[in-house]
């Protein structure tokens, strides 16, 4: 929620009242996930069941690597097809102009909370 609330006030200052059009949505999607990275860095660092479990990876964490990489896979595809269209979706709203980029950054902001 705290990723939300930067990435709309950004979106809000950078593309509306910044003009920065297509920039200025990298630009606030920049400060969302480094607002969401921050925090759950900050949050590992704090918890000590978190800071235990978080180890180097060593010769028997590749054991299964086949097994994972069967299931990663497609999955990653999956994933990456979503943001495709996800970009696509956006390029189309920043050639509209900044009024329905900003809607269209907002509403994806909004969607993607739920």
Request: hydrophobic residues 50%.
């Amino acid at each position: 929620m705290l990723g939300t609330g930067v990435h709309i006030i950004c979106s809000y200052q950078w593309i509306i009242k910044g003009d920065f059009g297509i920039r200025g949505t990298g630009y606030s999607m920049l400060a969302c996930e480094g607002t969401i990275f921050l925090t759950i860095h900050a949050y590992s660092l704090w918890n000590d069941e978190i800071r235990q479990m978080c180890s180097l990876p060593n010769i028997a964490s590749f054991k299964n690597i086949p097994k994972y990489l069967k299931v990663a896979l497609p999955q990653m595809v999956i994933v990456w097809i979503s943001v495709l269209v996800w970009e696509i979706n956006l390029i189309v709203a920043g050639v509209l102009g900044k009024f329905a980029l900003a809607a269209q950054t907002i509403l994806m902001t909004v969607y993607d909370f739920n």
